[in-house]
Every structure is written in structure tokens, then in C-alpha cells.
């Protein structure tokens, strides 16, 4: 069984930034990829993030490109998100994901449907 966990959440001033981590454990595990999503309150989760196994390739919401980053270290099973020019728009709870099988589209990283493991979920909140 996987495990995600997450951490590095809390609480920052409006553009300040934090930097997220997700380390995957439980066994071995091939790991195609790893997105991180979000869920502000009151509505839906959405995506925010994704990076190939290599790292070839990295997807973003428009809503955060060029303010966030993401990143793998793949010895270590983890993926970052560092979050900057944060605003209280970017307050959510923030999970990542985990997809262990091969996709015909890098491209489908994106959608949360695909993923076949999530974290437990850290919270962000922008005061502003």
C-alpha cells in the first residue's frame, strides 16, 4: 500500500512563499508521475500542478504559472511545489497525487481521475 504525505503548508502573508512536499513510501512503487491539486473552500479541486517520472515534462494551472514550481527528486520518491507571490487566492488545502502506471499522454497528468493515490492534504492560507 502507498503512502503520501505531505507537508509544508501553513500560514504566509500575501506574497510570501512556501515550499510543499509529498513523499511517497509503502514499498516499491513505479511512479509515472505526480501532480499537486487543491480544494479552497467552497469549491471544487482543481489542478495545480504535474511532473513526469524524468521530469521532462511539467504541466500548471494558468492560475499559478510563473509563480509556482514543481519538482522530483526521484531517489527519494518526493515531489516539491515552491509557491511564490502567494495571494489569498492560492488559500486551499493542497494534496498531491500519485500515478503508478503509464499514460498515452504525459498530458493527462492533469486530471485527477488519472491518479491512482492522494495525500491526506496540507493547508495553505494567505493572509492578505
Known amino acids: 500500500q502507498v503512502h503520501l504525505v505531505e507537508s509544508g503548508g501553513g500560514l504566509v502573508q500575501s506574497g510570501g512563499s512556501l515550499r510543499l512536499s509529498c513523499t511517497a513510501s509503502?514499498?516499491?512503487?513505479?511512479?509515472?508521475?505526480m501532480g499537486w491539486f487543491r480544494q479552497a473552500p467552497g469549491k471544487e479541486r482543481e489542478f495545480v500542478a504535474a511532473i513526469s517520472r524524468s521530469g521532462d515534462a511539467t504541466y500548471y494551472a494558468d492560475s499559478v504559472k510563473g509563480r509556482f514550481a514543481i519538482s522530483s527528486d526521484n531517489a527519494k520518491n518526493t515531489v516539491y511545489l515552491q509557491m511564490n507571490r502567494l495571494s489569498a487566492e492560492d488559500t486551499a488545502d493542497y494534496y498531491c497525487?500519485?500515478?503508478?502506471?503509464?499514460?498515452?499522454?504525459?498530458?493527462?497528468?492533469?486530471?485527477?481521475?488519472?491518479?491512482?493515490?492522494w495525500g491526506q492534504g496540507t493547508r495553505v492560507t494567505v493572509s492578505s
Open positions: 509503502g514499498g516499491s512503487v513505479y511512479i509515472y508521475g
Open positions: 497525487a500519485l500515478r503508478v502506471a503509464e499514460l498515452s499522454l504525459s498530458t493527462q497528468l492533469k486530471y485527477e481521475h488519472y491518479y491512482n493515490y
